[in-house]
C-alpha cells in the first residue's frame, strides 16, 4: 500500500468555476477525513467519514463545499462558485476506528 | 473549548544544538496529543504521539516529547540537531478516531 493519494496536486481555477478534488486512503482504513490549510496555519478540520457516512461537519464547510464518499472508499470534495478566500492547501486524511491519522500530500487550490 | 498553542512560530538553531518545540493544549477530557512535521509543498508526517501510559513518547528521526498534565503541556525535543530537521512543525490534540485541532505551526530553521 502506497498511502494516501491525492488529486490534482494543484489546481488553478478562475473565481465561480467549481472544483472537484479526489482523495484514496489507505485501503484498510474506515475513516476518512477533509482539512483544510492556509497559508501560516495549521490544518483546519472540514468533515470526516466513516465508511460512507458522512459523521461530522465543520462551520468551515459553506453550502458551497460538499463531500462525498459513496461506496466508503476514495472520497470526493467539491467547492462550488469558488472564491479567492478558497485558495488554500486541502488535506485528507484516512485511519483506522482508533488509529492515528496519516495524510495525503495535499492539493494546492489558487482561486484566480 | 479544546484548543493548542505553540509558543514561537520561529525557532532558529544551529546544527548540533538542542532543538525545542513548544505546545501547550487545553482539554476537558485526557487527551491524545500529536507532533507532526511538514516539509514543504508535502502533506504531514506523524513524528509521535501519546495517548496514555508512558509520559515520555519517543518519535522517529531521534524527537522525543514528554507529556506534562499539571503543566498541559507536551513539548518535543532533540538533543542534536541536522539540517535535515528544518521543517514545519504542528502539534495536534484530540481522541481517538476524532477530528484533529492542530496549533498554526512552529516553523524550526536549522544553520550550518
Known amino acids: 500500500d502506497t498511502g494516501v493519494s491525492q488529486d490534482p496536486r494543484h489546481k488553478i481555477t478562475k473565481r465561480g468555476q467549481n472544483v472537484t478534488f479526489r482523495c484514496d486512503p489507505i485501503?484498510?482504513?474506515?475513516?476518512l477525513y477533509w482539512y483544510r490549510q492556509t497559508l501560516g496555519q495549521g490544518p483546519e478540520f472540514l468533515t470526516y467519514?466513516?465508511?460512507?457516512?458522512?459523521?461530522?461537519k465543520s462551520r468551515l464547510l459553506s453550502d458551497r463545499f460538499s463531500a462525498e464518499r459513496p461506496k466508503g472508499s476514495f472520497s470526493t470534495l467539491e467547492i462550488q462558485r469558488t472564491e479567492q478566500g478558497d485558495s488554500a492547501m486541502y488535506l485528507c486524511?484516512?485511519?483506522?476506528?482508533?488509529?492515528?491519522?496519516?495524510f495525503g500530500p495535499g492539493t494546492r487550490l489558487t482561486v484566480l | 473549548a479544546q484548543s493548542v498553542t505553540q509558543l514561537g512560530s520561529h525557532v532558529s538553531v544551529s546544527e548540533g544544538a538542542l532543538v525545542l518545540l513548544r505546545c501547550n493544549y487545553s482539554?476537558?477530557?485526557?487527551?491524545?496529543l500529536f507532533w507532526y512535521v511538514q516539509y514543504p509543498n508535502q502533506g504531514l508526517q506523524l513524528l509521535l504521539k501519546?495517548?496514555?501510559?508512558?509520559?515520555l513518547v519517543k518519535g522517529i528521526n531521534g524527537f522525543e516529547a514528554e507529556f506534562k498534565k499539571s503543566e498541559t503541556s507536551f513539548h518535543l525535543t532533540k538533543p542534536s540537531a541536522h539540517m535535515s530537521d528544518a521543517a514545519e512543525y504542528f502539534c495536534?490534540?484530540?481522541?481517538?478516531?476524532?477530528?484533529?485541532?492542530f496549533g498554526k505551526g512552529t516553523t524550526l530553521s536549522v544553520s550550518s
Open positions: 495536534a490534540l484530540g481522541q481517538a478516531g476524532t477530528a484533529l485541532i
Open positions: 467519514f466513516q465508511n460512507e457516512a458522512q459523521l461530522e
Open positions: 482539554s476537558s477530557v485526557p487527551p491524545y
Open positions: 486524511a484516512s485511519s483506522s476506528q482508533v488509529g492515528e491519522q496519516f
Open positions: 501519546y495517548t496514555t501510559g508512558a509520559t
Open positions: 485501503s484498510e482504513h474506515n475513516r
